[in-house]
């Protein structure tokens, strides 16, 4: 089992930036590959970056690339979500997930096994 926890989010105003990270505990990381997802209200839960267990290779959604970076620290078991230039359609509950790195980097909901709580991001205008 892998618990993950989820902190950085908060309110921000256009424009500004934001760092996610996620803190897992009960199994090293170093089997998992890490995904960001996030879910805005009425909206279905959409995969936002990924990075792979070795953090060599990653995966960015197209509304966020060059504006989001996803990095790891296997030795500190966490993942975290660089996020500049924010906008208000980047509001949403933001999710760390965990899938077993067997199944290589994929993007979808189902390829992930272990949940993180969420935090929310709030992007004002």
């Known amino acids: 089992q892998v618990q993950l926890v989820e902190s950085g989010g908060g309110l921000v105003q256009a424009g500004g930036s934001l760092r996610l990270s996620c803190l897992a505990s009960?199994?090293?990381?170093?089997?998992?590959?890490i995904a960001w997802f996030r879910q805005a209200p009425g909206k279905e839960r959409e995969s936002v970056a990924a990075?792979?267990?070795?953090?060599?290779?990653?995966y960015y959604t197209g509304s966020v690339k060059d504006r989001f970076t996803i990095s790891r620290d296997n030795a500190r078991n966490s993942v975290y979500l660089q996020m500049n230039s924010l906008d208000p359609e980047d509001t949403a509950v933001y999710y760390c997930?965990?899938?077993?790195?067997?199944?290589?980097?994929?993007?979808?909901?189902?390829?992930?096994?272990?949940w993180g709580q969420g935090t929310q991001v709030t992007v004002s205008s």
């Open positions: 997930a965990a899938g077993s790195a067997s199944r290589g980097l994929r993007s979808a909901v189902r390829e992930y096994d272990y």
């Open positions: 009960g199994r090293t990381l170093t089997t998992y590959n």
């Open positions: 990075i792979n267990w070795g953090g060599l290779s990653t």
